[in-house]
C-alpha cells in the first residue's frame, strides 16, 4: 500500500503564534536551554557532585512550569532543508522549531550543543512526561549524561541507555535512538515517522521493566498509545498513523496480545475523532483494495486489508457500544465491504437495509401489489399493505420511481373510495395517500426541486392527489427553492388545489410578517383559487411598505372582486410610487369597468395632475390611458356631463374656451397631443351632438390635429348620435 506523504499537516511545523501560543513556546524554549547546560555539565561530573546538583537545581521545577497544562515535551532532531534542527512538540497544537522563539546569538550557541548531544547519543528524539517524578527526572538526566555510557559502542548505546532507564523503573520517559528498528515503508511527514518509531520503541521497552505484573505491563502499554494520540488533533495523522501501525503489529507479534495493539489505538482516540478518522482510514482501505499489486506484493496487500479492516470493526464495536451519533453513512460502507455483519449494524441502518429489500421486491412484482390492494376488504389487510407502502415511499423517491409510486396512490384512493368491508369511514382509509408520505415530505421536496422537467410533471401529477401533505411539500419548496422554473411549476399544481390551496393562502395572508416573496406568491395564486370574499385579505396590502406588493395586491383585489376594486384601483392612482401607480393604471384600462361616480373620479384625478407644468411624455401617455378607460363606464353614468369635462379638458390644452374657436399659433407638443388624442377619440366612441360639432371644429386642414378629429368623427357617424 502507498503510504501518504502529500497530507494537510505537511509542512510539519507552526510558522505563526498568537500572543498567548508565543508566550508559552517562550518558556518552553528558556527551560529547554536550561536543559541543555544541566545534561552538557552533569556528564563531567558524578551525578552527586555538587556543579552536577547545582546544574540541576530548580530544573524540575522549570519543567512542571514549561509544560502547564501539557501532557508532555517532545525534542526531536530534524533534518530541515539541508539544515539540523530542533523540534518541540507536545506544547502547542503543532511542532515548533527551538530557532523561532530564540534569538539568533542565543539559538547559535545552544542549538548547536543539543544536536551534538543528540549526535553524542545517538539519539532521534525523547519524551518527558508531566507525571514524571523529581527523582525519576534527576535520574532521566543523569543517565542521559553519563560519560559511562559514551565509551561503550555506539551501536549498543541506544540499547544501553534504554536498559538503564528501565532499571530504574522510569516508564515517565520515552526515548528513540537512531539504532532502533526503523519501520517505515515508504517516505512519510517526518511526525509520522517519529510518532511509529516511538510506538515501536516503547512498546518494545515494555518486557525491560521486569518488577512490573501483567497486569501493570497491560497498564504501561495502554498509557504509553494514550500519550501518543493524545496531542495528536489531525485527522489525516491519525489516519496515517493508523494506517501504518501494521508494521508494529508485524514487528512485535510476541510481544502483544492478539488485536491488542489495534484495541488500544481505538479505545485512545477522543470520542468526537473516532468517527471521521474511522471514514478517512475506510477511504484509505477502499482505495488499497482498488489497487493492483504485483505478485510479490499479494500477499502483503492481504495482509493489510485484513489488519485494516479489522481496525475498522473494533472502531464499529466502540462506536455501537458508546452509541455515537452520526455513524450511518460509514455503517453502510462497511457493510456493503464486508468489514460488519448485519447482527453489528445499529438498528435503525438495519431497517433502513431491509426496507431497500422490499422496496426492490415491490418494484419487480408491483403488478401484485396493486392488485392485491385493489382486492383488500378489511381494514386490517389494507393496514398491512399501507404500512408497507409506507415504510418503502423513502426508496421509491430515492430511487425516482415515480410511476410506481402513482400508480401505488391510484391504487389507495380507489380503494378508499370502496365501501365494503368499512372501508370508506376507517381513518385510516380517510387520510389516504397522505398518511403513506407523512414524515417524508422533506425527502419528496428535495426530489421536486432536483427533478428535470418531465419527472417534475411526474410528481405533480403523484402531488395532485394528495391533500395536505401536498400543501406541505408547496411550503417546503417555496421555502427552499429560487429555480424560477420549479416555482413556475409549483405555483401551477398550487392552483389546481382548490379550496386547499386557498386556505393555506388565507393563512399566509393572515401573517404580514410573512417573508416578501411568500407574499407575492400568496397574492398572485390567491387569484386562481380564491373568490370575492378574499378581497378583504387582501385589501390590507394596498398599504403594505413594499411598493411590488402594493401592486400584487391590486391585481388581486380587481381579479377577486372587481367591483369593490373600482375605488381602491383609483385611490392608488395617487400612490407615491410610479410602479403602482402605473398598475392600478393599467387595471383601469384593461381590467375594470366603472361606476358614473367613479368615472368623475378619474377624470377629476386628470384635471388635477394636467394642472401640474412639464408634463412628460410618460405622464402624458398615463393620463391618456385613464381618459380612454371612462369609455367603459357602466350604467349610472351622466354621459353630457362627462361629455363636457372631456371637451374641456381638450379645449383647455389647446388654449381655447368653450364654444370659441381661437386657434393657437403654433401646433400642440406631443405630450399634449397624445393626451388631446385620448379624449377625441373617446369623443368619437360616447360622444353626442356636442361632441360632433367640436370635432368638426378641429377637423379643418391636414395637421395630425385635424386627422385624429377626422377620424374620432368617423367613429362617431357609425353609430346614432345622441341629442
Known sequence: MKTMAETSYKTDEKK????????KAKT??????????????????????????????????????????????????????????????????????????????????????LKDYFERKSLNSFVIKKYI???????????????????????????????????????????????????????????????????????????????????????????????????????????DLIVNCDVIVTHLTHLLEIDELENLIISSLPEDALIPVSEAVFEVYKKHMSESQSAEDVSTAQQRDVYLAKVLNIAAQRIISENIPDSTSLFEHLYECRIVKFEMLPEKLRFDIQSRKLAGDI????????????????????????????????????????????????????????????????????NLPDS?????????????????????????????????????????????????????????????????????LLKI??????????????????????????????????????????ARALSAIAKLNKKDAESIVIEALNDEEEKVRNQAANLIERELSFSGESVNKILLFVKERLRKKNITLNQAVFIAGLIKATGK??????????????????????????????????DPDKEQLEIISACLSILGKTGGTKSRDYLKSLSRGDSPLSKIANEAMAELDKRPVLK
Open 16 to 23: 505563526d503564534f498568537s500572543p498567548e501560543e508565543f508566550a
Open 28 to 113: 518552553v524554549c528558556e527551560f529547554v536551554i536550561e536543559l541543555t547546560k544541566a545534561i552538557s555539565r552533569s556528564g563531567y561530573y558524578d551525578s552527586n557532585h555538587p556543579v552536577s546538583l547545582e546544574v540541576k537545581k530548580g530544573l524540575y521545577d522549570a519543567f512542571k512550569n514549561a509544560l502547564g497544562s501539557s501532557a508532555e515535551i517532545m525534542l526531536t532532531c530534524h533534518d530541515v532543508e539541508d539544515k539540523v534542527d530542533i523540534h518541540i512538540s507536545g506544547i502547542l497544537d503543532e511542532p515548533f522549531n527551538i530557532r523561532k522563539l530564540t534569538h539568533a546569538n542565543t539559538s547559535d550557541l545552544f542549538v548547536p550543543k
Open 133 to 239: 517524578t523529581p527523582e525519576h527526572f534527576e535520574s532521566f538526566i543523569d543517565v542521559m549524561s553519563e560519560p559511562v555510557a559514551e565509551s561503550s559502542d555506539s551501536s549498543k548505546l541506544g540499547e544501553y541507555l534504554t536498559k538503564a532507564l528501565a532499571d530504574l523503573d522510569i516508564t515517565e520517559v520515552s526515548t528513540v535512538f537512531k539504532t532502533d528498528v526503523v519501520l517505515l515503508r515508504g517516505k512519510l511527514p517526518w511526525r509520522v515517522s517519529i510518532i511509529l518509531r516511538r510506538l515501536a520503541k516503547d512498546l518494545k521497552v515494555v518486557p525491560l521493566f521486569r518488577s512490573a505484573s501483567v497486569d501493570k505491563m497491560k497498564l504501561i502499554k495502554k498509557q504509553i498509545v494514550e500519550d501518543i494520540i493524545r496531542p495528536l488533533n489531525n485527522t489525516d495523522l491519525l489516519r
Open 363 to 430: 418494484i419487480s412484482q408491483i403488478d401484485t401489489y396493486i392488485e392485491k390492494t385493489a382486492k383488500a376488504s378489511s381494514i386490517e389487510e389494507m393496514e398491512r399493505l399501507v404500512e408497507i407502502f409506507k415504510r418503502v415511499i423513502p426508496d421509491f423517491i430515492k430511487l425516482k420511481e415515480w410511476t410506481v409510486i402513482n400508480r401505488i396512490i391510484k391504487a389507495l384512493c380507489g380503494a378508499s373510495s370502496r365501501k365494503e368491508g368499512g372501508l370508506s369511514t376507517s381513518e385510516l382509509m380517510l
Open 436 to 504: 403513506v408520505f407523512a414524515g417524508w415530505e422533506e425527502t419528496l421536496t428535495d426530489a421536486y426541486i432536483q427533478a428535470n422537467p418531465e419527472a417534475r410533471n411526474q410528481i405533480n401529477d403523484i402531488l395532485t392527489k394528495m391533500k395536505s401533505v401536498c400543501i406541505n411539500i408547496v411550503s417546503l419548496t417555496f421555502n427552499k427553492c429560487k429555480d424560477p422554473d420549479v416555482l413556475k411549476s409549483i405555483m401551477e399544481l398550487l392552483s389546481k388545489k382548490g379550496d386547499l390551496a386557498r386556505q393555506w
Open 509 to 550: 395572508l393572515d401573517d404580514q410578517n410573512q417573508p416578501l416573496s411568500m407574499l407575492n406568491i400568496a397574492l398572485l395564486v390567491i387569484i386562481n383559487v380564491g373568490n370575492g370574499e378574499d378581497i378583504s385579505a387582501v385589501k390590507k396590502y394596498v398599504k403594505h411598505p413594499n411598493p411590488s406588493i402594493r
Open 633 to 666: 363606464a357602466a350604467d349610472g353614468l351622466n354621459k353630457e356631463n362627462a361629455e363636457n369635462e372631456i371637451i374641456g379638458i381638450a379645449s383647455d390644452l389647446l388654449k381655447e374656451k368653450t364654444g370659441l374657436l381661437k386657434f393657437i399659433k403654433s
